[in-house]
């Protein structure tokens, strides 16, 4: 891509706080972005082929949402977690395997999308961000869900297409959640904790193309009280 048209992209950056650049082939994370650091509030690079985050991207300290799906990356650098106003980050589509614990301090992220990546394990320590409203992690490879779940504030939980047979009960304990996915994975029956259905505050439970029948959740302990919050968020948004 040509300097002329990233000097375009650049100045109007600046009067916009918005730098979108997305499928042009960028193999790095623009250098020439730095001189932004206090515009830029939006930064798009979607459909690039970029490896590496730079250390840098702490710098961008008015960043609200920072959007890199379907690029390259393997993983995040630290400084990430000086991001202290960042809402929205994600990430779909990558080859990242865990992320750093500094993730933790983004007080202000509501969303984090990490689907389509290569994670095996659930990411811990994020029951510090208290105003997270979803996390997805579908299309990845975890096994187990942990009971460090329960430290989650997050109102919707993705997780379908993994290969999780292990789901702790735990999960029932986390405060906000109302949507739990768990759909395309390796569950049984005997996996599913009846504390999901009778003590959580889960209103949607998704659990198609598990290792059982769906209509076999209804012979559970706790299934009526499920579907009373079911009926009555249904209800909420008729």
Known sequence: MGNSALKSHLETSQKTGVFQLTAKGLQEFPEELQRLTTNLRTVDLSGNKIELLPASVGNFLQLKSLTLNSNR??????????????ETLSLNGNRIQQLPPTVGQLKALRTLNLAGNQITEFPLGLGTLRQLDLLDLSRNSIQSVPAEVSDLQAI????????????????????RLKVLR??????????IPQSILSESQVSLFSVEGNLF???????????????????????KFA
């Open 213 to 235: 029948e769906v209509k076999k959740l209804r012979e559970l302990e706790g299934y009526e009280k499920y579907m009373e919050r079911f009926t009555a968020t249904k209800k």
């Open 182 to 191: 768990l759909e395309e994975n390796c569950l049984e029956l005997s996996s």
């Open 73 to 86: 990356l393997t993983g995040l650098p630290v400084e990430i977690g000086k991001l202290k106003k960042l």
């Open 156 to 175: 919707e939980i993705n997780l379908n297409q993994n290969q999780i047979s292990v789901l702790s009960a735990e999960v029932s304990r986390c405060p």
